[in-house]
Nanobody, 116 residues
Framework: QVQLVESGGDSVQPGGSLRLSCAAS????????MSWYRQAPGKERELVAR????????DYADSVGGRFTISRDNTKKTVYLQMNSLKPEDTAVYYC?????????WGQGTQVTVSS
């Protein structure tokens, strides 16, 4: 059974930091490119960051570049999103995605709220 379980979402003040985690099981984690997406109320889901299978290539949305860092630990089957200098516009449900040849899996999401 494939599972992607996100954790780490919380409510923080602007300028704060959070670290999201996504624990994977039920598929070969090292064969999947891993991504974080987010969806704010009334908006479409958007790609936040993506990391290649071995972790050597990373891409970020322009809106988070320099503030967010994606990483992965293939031994722990976990992908992380370190979020610094958070802004109110970062408020959204954050989803973990695993993609590869013939598969595309999603987690259930974790809420991040940035508000004073």
């Amino acid at each position: 059974q494939v599972q992607l379980v996100e954790s780490g979402g919380d409510s923080v003040q602007p300028g704060g930091s959070l670290r999201l985690s996504c624990a994977a099981s039920g598929f070969t984690f090292s064969m999947a490119a891993m991504s974080w997406y987010r969806q704010a109320p009334g908006k479409e889901r958007e790609l936040v960051a993506r990391i290649s299978r071995a972790g050597g290539d990373k891409d970020y949305a322009d809106s988070v570049g320099g503030r967010f860092t994606i990483s992965r630990d293939n031994t722990k089957k976990t992908v992380y999103l370190q979020m610094n200098s958070l802004k109110p516009e970062d408020t959204a449900v954050y989803y973990c995605n695993a993609g590869g040849f013939g598969f595309d899996y999603w987690g259930q999401g974790t809420q991040v709220t940035v508000s004073s």
